[in-house]
C-alpha cells in the first residue's frame, strides 16, 4: 500500500485534470496513445480511491466521485470514435476532479508535526525515568519510525503520512 501526503494527492489528481485537456475536442486520432492516458488515470483514480478507503476515515463520498471518473473514463475508452460524449464527459470529469482537489484540500486531514516533550527531567526515581523514556521512544518511533542516534532535546523532522494515529 502506498502512502500519500495531502500535497501528493492533489498532484495526483491535477495530474489527471490535465489528462483530460486531451480530450476536450475529442479523441486525439491515435487511439492507442488514448488508451494508454485512460489506463493510467484510472489505475491512479483507483490507488487514490482505495487509499482513501483504507484511511480509517469516512471518506466514501470522495471515493464515489472516483468511481463516477473511473466510470466515465471507461466510457470514453470503450468509444473513442464518439466525439459528442467524449466531449460531454470530459466536460462531466472536469468538474468531478474539480470537487474532488476542493475535498482533498477542504477534509483530509494532515498532521504537520507532533510535539513529543521529553519529562525524564522531571521524575526522580530509576523506575519512573525508565517508564518516561520507554513511553517518549515509543511515541518517536510510531510517529516518526525508528529513529537511531536521537539524543534528548534534539528536533526531528519527517514527513507524515495522512491517516489515524
Request: charged share 25%; glycine share 6%.
Amino acid at each position: 500500500m502506498a502512502y500519500f501526503t495531502r500535497s501528493k494527492m492533489l498532484t495526483m489528481v491535477l495530474e489527471l485534470y490535465t489528462a483530460n485537456h486531451r480530450f476536450e475536442n475529442g479523441a486525439t486520432g491515435d487511439d492507442s496513445a488514448d488508451l494508454q492516458v485512460l489506463i493510467g488515470c484510472q489505475q491512479k483514480a483507483l490507488v487514490l480511491g482505495e487509499y482513501l478507503e483504507s484511511m480509517g476515515m469516512d471518506y466514501s463520498d470522495i471515493v464515489e466521485k472516483f468511481e463516477n471518473y473511473c466510470n466515465m473514463i471507461y466510457d470514453i475508452s470503450e468509444n473513442l470514435k464518439d466525439t459528442e460524449l467524449i466531449v460531454q464527459h470530459s466536460d462531466k470529469i472536469a468538474w468531478v476532479l474539480s470537487e474532488i482537489i476542493q475535498d482533498i484540500e477542504n477534509r483530509i486531514i494532515e498532521i504537520r508535526s507532533i510535539d513529543v516533550y521529553d519529562f525524564r527531567g522531571l521524575v526522580d526515581a530509576p523506575g519512573e525515568k525508565k517508564i518516561v523514556a520507554n513511553e517518549i521512544n515509543r511515541l518517536i518511533d510510531s510517529c516518526l519510525g525508528k529513529v537511531e542516534g536521537l539524543t534528548e532535546g534534539e528536533e526531528m523532522y519527517r514527513p507524515l503520512i495522512i491517516g489515524t494515529y
